[in-house]
T-cell receptor, first 117, second 107 residues
Framework: GAVVSQHPSRVICKSGTSVKIECRSL??????MFWYRQFPKKSLMLMAT?????????EQGVEKDKFLINHASLTLSTLTVTSAHPEDSSFYIC?????????????FGPGTRLTVL | GENVEQHPSTLSVQEGDSAVIKCTYS??????FPWYKQELGKRPQLIID?????GEKKDQRIAVTLNKTAKHFSLHITETQPEDSAVYFC??????FGTGTSLTVIP
């Protein structure tokens, strides 16, 4: 199957700082990537759809100015959590559809555990 | 948007027994229904999927059924093994997930 990487895997930061998370499709091109947030023992909540070469599409209730998404190339999307606060602490996962499985197959990154002190 | 409900939230079965997880969805336009397995601290992994032109699909011990009229679909795992223990998520379309089912298979 296709591989999606995510970096960093774990980050601890102070309240008020910004954190950038990278999502890369390693062996296929992804014009679209998805960003999710997952709380402990909860489901994945779609935050936004990242589109290469255009603005991201945010889900209702997700602050676009707080969660900045940039899809700079066909293999890289970044999520920047700006002015992070403790309530932003969560598990963030990206995914990309495509690869050999076709557009209906979604490949997930390993996730980033963000802890804001 | 789509609303996906999943039941039960937790499920314990004896090794060798079957496990069934059910999901309902709200948007009749949804036509793709994947199931994911997520182990603790790891990424979700696709285990099986079904599209709306098919009523049932099977892959070894795993099967999924879909009732488009009633807007519900189910995951069936037969001959469960301890390594099947994980959280299972259904989804309608690519990115609307159910609330998850924590499956424990007791040896």
């Amino acid at each position: 199957g296709a591989v999606v990487s995510q970096h960093p895997s774990r980050v601890i930061c102070k309240s008020g700082t910004s954190v950038k998370i990278e999502c890369r499709s390693l062996d296929f091109q992804a014009t679209t990537m998805f960003w999710y947030r997952q709380f402990p023992k909860k489901s994945l909540m779609l935050m936004a759809t990242s589109n290469e070469g255009s603005k991201a599409t945010y889900e209702q209730g997700v602050e676009k100015d707080k969660f900045l998404i940039n899809h700079a190339s066909l293999t890289l999307s970044t999520l920047t959590v700006t002015s992070a606060h403790p309530e932003d602490s969560s598990f963030y996962i990206c995914s990309a559809p495509g690869g050999r499985g076709g557009l209906y197959t979604q490949y997930f990154g390993p996730g980033t555990r963000l802890t804001v002190l | 948007g789509e609303n996906v409900e999943q039941h039960p939230s937790t499920l314990s079965v004896q090794e060798g027994d079957s496990a069934v997880i059910k999901c309902t969805y709200s948007d009749s336009a949804s036509n793709y229904f994947p199931w994911y397995k997520q182990e603790l601290g790891k990424r979700p992994q696709l285990i099986i999927d079904i599209r709306s032109n098919v009523g049932e699909k099977k892959d070894q011990r795993i099967a999924v059924t879909l009732n488009k009229t009633a807007k519900h679909f189910s995951l069936h795992i037969t001959e469960t093994q301890p390594e099947d223990s994980a959280v299972y998520f259904c989804a309608a379309s690519l990115f609307y997930f159910g609330t998850g089912t924590s499956l424990t298979v007791i040896p």
